[in-house]
């Protein structure tokens, strides 16, 4: 077995969205952000299924949310239980897919712009060159500050605003996360933790569309581009 299985952290309280309801159940266009992140993934043929990990409290709640979305998620293996923080609850995620996994790819449920040849692209590029992440680059002049000071300017053309999904070899991806937790490290995201543990990640150019929704004024920007983009 050499399948590609799929991470999706779905943990989020809304804070920033000035919403009672948790981030994920928030609607857009008439569906929630995680319906719009999961149809993605059922249409999209080069991934096999996945795993969603939510909130210890949310596991029956979130099952009964997708029941009454009136979606089938045939993909869906299961629910997991998340930890307290996002690299905890992917750890948890990588910890419940079969061992003879052949690469996991992982997004977060809060990109539900993502498009289907985002995903396909990024598990051909892992398959191609390894490790991979979907990357935009910088179109603004980046400045290091220190208490108000600034410190320098480093060159744009090297910065680049990292995404999911990104698609990882099971075994490097396992062996990533249980290195950093045997240290105690946390990470921004995934892509450090394998970089860290010495492995080349390469990066895929990726779509300025693919926003992540923290704000309430994201929620407006994403109708937007889903309407665009035919899927409301």
Not at 103 to 120: M, T
Request: hydrophobic share 40%.
């Amino acid at each position: 077995m050499n399948s590609v299985m799929g991470i999706i952290p779905a943990a989020g309280h809304g804070l920033r969205m000035r919403s009672d309801t948790e981030k994920p159940y928030i609607t857009i266009g008439g569906r929630s952000i995680l319906a719009h992140t999961l149809s993605v993934f059922e249409a999209c043929e080069a991934v096999d299924g996945y795993v969603l990990v939510v909130e210890a409290a949310r596991v029956a709640s979130c099952r009964e949310h997708l029941a009454e979305a009136g979606a089938a998620y045939p993909k869906l293996a299961k629910v997991v239980a998340g930890g307290s923080t996002r690299q905890e609850s992917v750890y948890l995620g990588l910890m419940a897919l079969d061992e003879d996994t052949g690469s996991v790819l992982i997004h977060d449920a809060a990109r539900p712009c993502v498009e289907q040849d985002a995903l396909e692209a990024s598990v051909l590029g892992c398959a191609r060159h390894g490790a991979v992440i979907s990357a935009t680059p910088s179109t603004d002049t980046m400045k290091i500050i220190r208490d108000g000071r600034v410190e320098a300017t480093p060159d744009r053309s090297a910065l680049w605003r990292a995404q999911t999904p990104q698609t990882f070899p099971y075994r490097v991806l396992r062996t990533a996360h249980e290195q950093a937790r045997e240290e105690g490290y946390t990470g921004t995201d995934d892509a450090e933790l394998v970089e860290r543990a010495g492995y080349v990640v390469r990066a895929l150019e990726g779509s300025p569309d693919n926003i992540k929704v923290t704000t309430a004024e994201d929620l407006d920007v994403a109708e937007r581009i889903l309407r665009r983009q035919g899927r409301i």
